[in-house]
């Protein structure tokens, strides 16, 4: 089974950030919100501009994206966790 | 009889999800809401856009796909249960 | 007396639904919100985009379609009650 | 003195309805608002687009309308009350 | 000293209404509002529009508007007191 | 140091109105919101339109202005107390 | 690691003003925000208008702008501190 993501919106699987220390000491999270980091898993064919073309997406499959920590609708696909969002909940890709 | 959406609304049957499991537990549903599943059973010709042209929708009749929980208005034809949405309600396509 | 709808409105009589079993009962309405059914009577000419050319309806005279319970607006025309609405309020039409 | 309304506006003037029986009885407004009826007595040229071509009204002087109750802004002119308000305010005509 | 308004914006100048009958008895204003008139003083250049081209005002110098009794930023010129508004803020012009 | 506001903003330099009398009995400013005025320090390039095309302002470095009191953002330039707003916060030229 | 921010979207990071007298003494903020200083770092590739053309942005890496306060959200690249916001959030570049 496969999800193929509509118009402006993209799949992406959390990348499970490290939250202890080394020493195994739980770090809490600080008051300010930090942006997640993920894999893009697939991507929609983008947007139909008022002219009738369609915008492709600047995304694309495999990029390292950070996004917004409650950005995006959980889905489950074959017993793995995904987010479903659109590219414009993407803050940046990390070369 | 038959449903035919208006503009760019599709008509979505919902697909149940197995809520128990193979012992016969319910499984309380987690506080996140979860996407549910559906086959779209007929679609809309599309909005018009400002330059007049008719924007195709990108779903298909026939196409397995996934909403928000909540997207949707019900609607009774002969008997059985349907929703009609927007095509922007959709998340994916399940291929 | 007739009544000819502005723009993108349409004139709408609503089918009663049947609501009682044909024992008699009266079938209590749900908590979900049904849709209501009803034969479009007049459509308007249809919006003018920013390109300055009319967008006619989609919608015909003798069309039955679906709406929202509470969408339109109630109108008297010869002792007849129609409803007023926007073709964006219809759901879909009942082939 | 005449009043000409800007751009998309119409100068409406309100027919009363009669809201007695004929045996002098005051008929109560029900709860659900019901439109009101009027003529229309002036036109603006209508609104410039954004291709900067303006866009002329459906209306026309001497046009029978119906509009919502509370739509518009009173206006006395010559001591004659009118309603001045947009033409999207206008829900039909009555031929 | 002069005031130029910018882009679709106007001044104007308010012509004070005789709100005491000719016995001398203060009319009291009624609960709906009433709109107030003016003189247009001067009248911006235009907003640009999508496509780069100014949009020219309807209204001009010299024209007697009505418009809302609370619209517009009062503004004090050599001691006169003034109202800058736009144009979407009159309602008509009186001829 | 200098400062090139993006877009359409503007930077402005307050000029201090005199809220003293002759006499030196401080004015209270009355309930009543008044624009304050300024004199335009530099100007930005304009907006990018939807074809791309960038808008040039209406207003040029040395205007002097109005805009409403509580506009923009200050800024402290080389220990000079500036503003940067959008050029649509300024009401009008003084010419 | 490198980030590159997507669309209308760059990369900024903050250059700490000294917010204590040259005797040591702290000085406490006004009650009034004041704008923040930074360094472009990188910047997106512009948004696509809706003739599916990309708008460039004006700025370019190693401009110094002034911000909002809390405009952008702050991301961790290599253990150093970046705000990611739109160019849209920059209030001016200083020369």
Do not use: C, H, W
């Amino acid at each position: 089974m496969k999800l193929r993501p509509l118009q402006d919106r993209i799949l992406v699987q959390r990348v499970e950030e490290e939250s202890k220390t080394k020493g195994g000491i739980i770090i809490p999270d600080t008051a300010k919100e930090k942006p997640a980091e993920g894999r893009v898993v697939a991507v929609g064919n983008g947007k139909v501009g008022d002219d009738g073309n369609r915008i492709p997406l600047e995304l694309k499959e495999g990029d390292r994206v950070l996004f917004g920590k409650y950005s995006g609708t959980e889905v489950k696909v074959e017993g793995e966790e995904y987010l479903i969002m659109r590219e414009d909940d993407i803050l940046g890709i990390i070369d």
